[in-house]
């Protein structure tokens, strides 16, 4: 991992609560990285909307195209993490075990 990261121990400690962790850092890693370019697509938006010359006005179409795009891709990187982590806790013989036997237990699909 960059940097020497240390992730909290979940579950047993096993490699793949390892690899979850790492999933989910560099999951928040990309959304945080979006939303950073958002906030500045934002503020060169409101100033083009604010500044009322034409130009501006049209490079905004292209702005909200591209704020619209990373939008799309923060909820595309959120549902992989999500099928990530599902998909990891059906593997985990910890999640297996305790869903064993319990009545009204219903299994989450992807």
């Excluded at 305790?98 to 009204?104: D, F, N, R, T």
């Amino acid at each position: 991992m960059e940097g020497g990261e240390t992730f909290p121990v979940l579950g047993n400690g096993s490699q793949g609560d390892y690899k979850v962790m790492q999933t989910f850092h560099k999951s928040f890693g990309q959304v945080q990285s979006r939303l950073d370019q958002n906030r500045k697509l934002i503020n060169e938006i409101n100033q083009n909307q604010a500044s009322r010359i034409p130009g501006r006005l049209n490079r905004n179409v292209r702005l909200i195209g591209e704020l619209n795009s990373n939008i799309r891709r923060v909820v595309d990187v959120y549902v992989e993490l999500c099928l990530s982590f599902t998909g990891s806790m059906e593997a985990s013989p910890e999640a297996g075990a305790a869903s064993q036997g319990k009545p009204g237990h219903k299994r989450v699909r992807a």
